[in-house]
C-alpha cells in the first residue's frame, strides 16, 4: 500500500503493523510510532517535525528493521530502544536526534554479533548516539558537528567525506575505519587509536602537524 501527499497531526501508530508499506511527501506532526512495527516500511521526502517544534516524532522501542528514509526530515526524532539492524537513512535530516540504546546489531551469540546501518549523505549535528556500536556500516558523507558519540565503536566504518568537527575525536573507537577525504581537524593520533585506519595522502599533513611537524609539498 503506497500513500502520498497526506498530513498526520497527533496521529498514535502505537503499536501498529505498517510493515512493507511505503509514505512518499507525506508530513507526520508530533505523530507516535511507539512500538509499532516498521519493518521494510519506506519513508520518501517526509516530514516528522513541525518548523518551530522543539521536539520530533517518537520511535521508541518501534521494529525499524529495514526501514528506509530518504530525503526526511527526522531532527529531533526519538529512536530510543528501537531495532534499528539494516536501517536506511539516505540524505536525512537528523539533527539532534535521539538514538539512545537504539540496536544496530543481530546478536547471534553472546561474542558474536554483525552490524547494518546505511547512513549516508545525513546531518547527524547534535545527535546522541552514545554506546552505539556502528561497526563496518555504511557512514559515508555525513555531517557529525558535535555529534555525541561517547563509547561508540564505529570500527572499520565507512566515514569517508565526512564533517567531524573537532570536540568528536576520541570519543568513539574508529580503529580500521575509512577517513578517506573526511575532515579531520583536531585528530591526534597520541590520543587516538588509528589501527588500520585509511586516509588519503593530503590528509597526512593533517595529522602530522597535530604533532607539530610541517610538511612541505615536495621540490619541483
Not at 180 to 188: M, T, W
Request: aromatic share 12%; proline share 1%.
Amino acid at each position: 500500500m503506497k500513500t502520498h501527499n497526506q498530513t498526520f497531526h497527533q496521529e498514535n501508530f502505537s503499536h501498529q503493523d505498517l510493515s512493507e508499506l511505503e509514505f512518499k511527501d507525506c508530513t507526520f506532526i508530533r505523530c507516535d510510532f511507539t512500538r509499532a512495527n516498521l519493518r521494510d516500511v519506506t519513508f520518501k521526502r517526509c516530514k516528522f517535525i513541525e518548523q518551530g517544534d522543539i521536539e520530533g516524532c517518537h520511535f521508541t522501542a518501534a521494529n525499524l528493521r529495514d526501514a528506509s528514509f530518504q530525503q526526511c526530515l527526522l531532527a529531533m526524532a526519538n529512536f530510543s530502544f528501537a531495532n534499528c539492524y539494516g536501517i536506511e537513512m539516505r540524505e536525512c535530516d537528523l539533527k539532534g536526534a535521539n538514538f539512545s540504546r537504539a540496536n544496530f546489531a543481530n546478536q547471534v551469540s553472546h561474542r558474536v554479533y554483525f552490524c547494518s546501518a546505511f547512513i549516508t549523505g545525513c546531518n547527524l549535528s547534535y545527535a546522541n548516539l552514545a554506546q552505539a556500536c556502528l561497526e563496518k556500516c555504511e557512514l559515508f558523507e555525513n555531517r557529525w558537528i558535535e555529534t555525541h558519540l561517547l563509547g561508540a565503536s564505529l570500527k572499520e566504518a565507512d566515514l569517508s567525506g565526512g564533517v567531524f568537527s573537532s570536540d568528536v575525536w576520541g570519543q568513539f573507537s574508529v580503529q580500521g575505519a575509512n577517513l578517506c577525504h573526511a575532515e579531520i581537524d583536531g585528530l591526534d593520533p597520541r590520543k587516538v587509536d588509528l589501527s588500520g585506519v585509511k586516509i588519503a595522502d593530503w590528509q597526512q599533513s593533517q595529522l602530522l602537524e597535530s604533532l607539530g611537524l610541517i610538511v612541505f609539498p615536495d621540490a619541483r
